[in-house]
């Protein structure tokens, strides 16, 4: 029912900034809760931000606050993770995720649909 494609990964220096987007179809975001996750070459897939879209609040990864913002844009039906100070660490392929609800979610879990995934690497 909803379609997610994720754009705007890339290959960044320590201390850059990207800039994310996850672009929906089929159906209007407005009804969802929004996430990002990212999974690095071996690991598990981990929480990274979320975002209850009509409610507006957001949650983050401890490893990212401070440095990660996640948003949204109602007309484009398109949310973003700006990340800025971005370090080697946060090297992984990035998704986003669509969850059907009004509150904020954060459980890998409780998530309906998934983007195919943007790659982002942090040189040092």
């Known amino acids: 029912q909803v379609q997610l494609v994720e754009s705007g990964g890339g290959l960044v220096q320590a201390g850059g900034s990207l800039r994310l987007s996850c672009a929906a179809s089929g159906r209007t975001l407005s009804n969802y809760a929004m996430g990002w996750f990212r999974q690095a070459p071996g690991k598990e897939r981990e929480f990274v931000a979320a975002l209850s879209w009509s409610g507006g609040r957001t949650n983050y990864a401890d490893s990212v606050k401070g440095r990660f913002t996640i948003s949204r844009d109602n007309a484009k039906n398109t949310v973003y993770l700006q990340m800025n100070s971005l370090k080697p660490e946060d090297t992984a392929v990035y998704y986003c995720?669509?969850?059907?609800?009004?509150?904020?979610?954060?459980?890998?879990?409780?998530?309906?649909?998934w983007g195919q995934g943007t790659q982002v690497t942090v040189s040092s």
């Open positions: 995720a669509a969850a059907l609800s009004f509150t904020i979610v954060v459980i890998r879990t409780r998530y309906d649909y």
